[in-house]
């Protein structure tokens, strides 16, 4: 039986429009950039799973806006990991990779082409609106 993962992401922009992404550590996709976050955890709602990852991987403080999308990403090993990512601005805090993130960088639009990111993250991005 298939087993579903709840997980968050939070596509966050600075003042210049550039997008805040994250170099994953560890598997799915290790050493690929996608947008900060991760698993859930028990008891925890999605907006404080957002806030509590974005501050785990950059040391950022985020306000959690509007959920983007879902999407359902399977593991490789049967079970499902249901995705849902949400709009966030920054409050505080200097940007730093975490103990689960390999680096942090801000990317404009135009070089995220040029970037390793993980499966789908650019469509999701273009399907928004938010990349040409």
Do not use: C
């Amino acid at each position: 039986m298939t087993r579903r993962i709840r997980a968050v992401g939070a596509i966050i922009r600075d003042k210049q429009g550039r997008f805040l992404l994250v170099q994953r550590r560890n598997e799915p996709q290790a050493g690929r950039w996608t947008v900060p976050g991760g698993k859930v955890e028990p008891g925890e709602t999605l907006a404080e799973a957002v806030i509590r990852e974005v501050w785990e991987e950059t040391g950022l403080v985020v306000e959690v806006g509007e959920r983007a999308w879902v999407v359902d990403i399977p593991t490789g090993h049967g079970d499902v990991f249901e995705v849902h990512d949400y709009y966030a601005s920054v409050r505080s805090g200097r940007l730093a990779a975490g103990t689960d993130a390999a680096d942090a960088r801000w990317y404009a639009a135009a070089d995220l082409s040029d970037v390793d990111t993980t499966t789908g993250l650019v469509g999701h991005l273009r399907r928004a609106g938010l990349l040409p």
